[in-house]
């Protein structure tokens, strides 16, 4: 069984050349037409978005018929966070707290997706959706307080479990923990061990956004978007991975 996995930091919908524009990002997803959608920076009630709820208003104009949203920062007006899109059915959903200290507020979207179809046994999918902070430590202790979360700890080494989304990982410190520490994957890695570039879009130099994957699922193919548009639509480009179920 083949799933397309899609994470992309969005910034809002506002584009390198400040417009809010969220019918580029909409073109964008709609040309990979992935599965799962892992998105950060979702504004829902802003003024600077017009007081939209841009995770619902994405959904419905790509038909994804399953939504969650995790609401990271308040605002004066409105707040922002992560979402989830999906085609599968989110049959759990739950917020994870990453805030470390008085450093901005930061958090992780666990869903369990059902992929059975009527008749079929159990399959479910653990997704983690997160967002991590700007300083080395301040990501190291928050990678913490995941993996010792109830969420993480309940998910049996064999169920498969994809973490993905905007890791500020700009030398790869995390990748010891996840890889060696916990036994997952780095699926958008290179053959010369480095993360596919993604930040900034206009010209990557970091591979901030990533996905890594355990239990019985194995990564394909991983790519970025080469659409023009990408480059503009947002300070990140997304990230298109293919997993396979066993």
């Known amino acids: 069984m083949r799933i397309r996995l ?7 919908a506002i584009g390198l050349d400040r ?32 007081e939209i ?12 018929p399953h939504l969650a949203v995790g ?19 989110i049959v759990r959903e739950r917020n994870i707290d990453l805030t470390i200290g008085s450093h901005k507020r930061r958090g992780c979207q666990h869903t369990t997706l059902e992929l059975s179809h009527a008749g079929e046994p159990d399959r479910r999918l653990e997704v983690f959706n997160l967002h991590l902070g700007l300083s080395a430590r301040e990501r190291e ?32 410190r995390l990748r010891g923990i996840f890889v060696e520490g916990i036994e997952f994957q780095l699926a958008s890695e290179l053959k010369n061990g480095r993360a596919i570039r993604t930040y900034p879009s206009i010209s990557p130099r970091g591979g901030l956004d990533r996905f890594y994957s355990r239990g019985s ?14 480059r503009i639509a947002s300070d990140h480009l997304p990230l298109i991975a293919d997993f396979f179920l066993s």
């Open 217 to 230: 699922i194995r990564s394909g193919s991983v790519r970025t978007c080469r659409k023009a548009v990408s």
């Open 19 to 50: 417009r809010f524009r969220p019918e580029r990002i909409v073109e964008i997803l709609a040309h990979h037409d992935a599965d799962i959608v892992l998105l950060q920076e979702v504004d829902d009630g802003v003024p600077r978005s017009r």
């Open 141 to 172: 202790r928050q990678t913490g307080v995941l993996i010792r979360s109830r969420e993480f700890r309940r998910i049996a080494q064999e169920t498969p479990c994809i973490v993905g989304g905007d890791f500020n990982d700009w030398r790869s």
């Open 6 to 12: 899609l994470s992309y930091n969005i910034h809002r």
């Open 53 to 64: 709820d841009l995770a619902g208003e994405l959904a419905a104009s790509l038909g994804y």
């Open 71 to 89: 609401h990271n920062v308040s605002l004066r007006k409105g707040r922002y966070g992560n979402a989830t899109l999906s085609r599968f059915p």
